[in-house]
């Protein structure tokens, strides 16, 4: 997977004041980081990659082709964009992994006799059970 510092052309950084804890300093830092990703004008993938990436980012993407990650949970702007970088490489790397297709398998004959002598003890059972067989 690729590096931040590869990354690192394509990204846009915005700062903005925080809410939460914090008292006094949330009013006067500006600590929460919005990392701006241009997917579209990276030139890391193929355009075959783009497209598997744009369809499993659909819903993250927004109308200009940009990932949009906002970190606010810590106190200190440094920390905050660390965290952003941190969640962009793992939701491309999520993104990118290709999932393994399912092989159709069958029941074994063996399960299948299993679940037939079980269902003809249960009758049986029930069977005895009303009285209509000794």
Not at 12 to 39: A, P
Not at 101 to 124: F, H, Q
């Amino acid at each position: 997977m690729h590096s931040i510092d590869e990354l690192s052309p394509y990204i846009q950084y915005k700062t903005s004041r925080s809410g939460g804890s914090g008292g006094q300093h949330v009013n006067k830092v500006s600590s929460k980081v919005e990392l701006q990703f241009d997917f579209e004008a990276c030139k890391l993938w193929n355009e075959e990659e783009k497209t598997h990436l744009r369809q499993k980012l659909s819903n993250r993407l927004s109308s200009e082709g940009k990932l949009q990650i906002i970190s606010q949970k810590d106190r200190s702007q440094f920390k905050n964009k660390a965290s952003a970088q941190e969640k962009l490489l793992h939701i491309l790397a999520a993104a990118s992994s290709v999932q393994k297709l399912r092989k159709p398998t069958k029941r074994s004959k063996a399960s299948v006799e299993k679940r037939l002598a079980d269902k003809r003890y249960r009758a049986l059972i029930k069977m005895k059970r009303s009285g209509n067989v000794d």
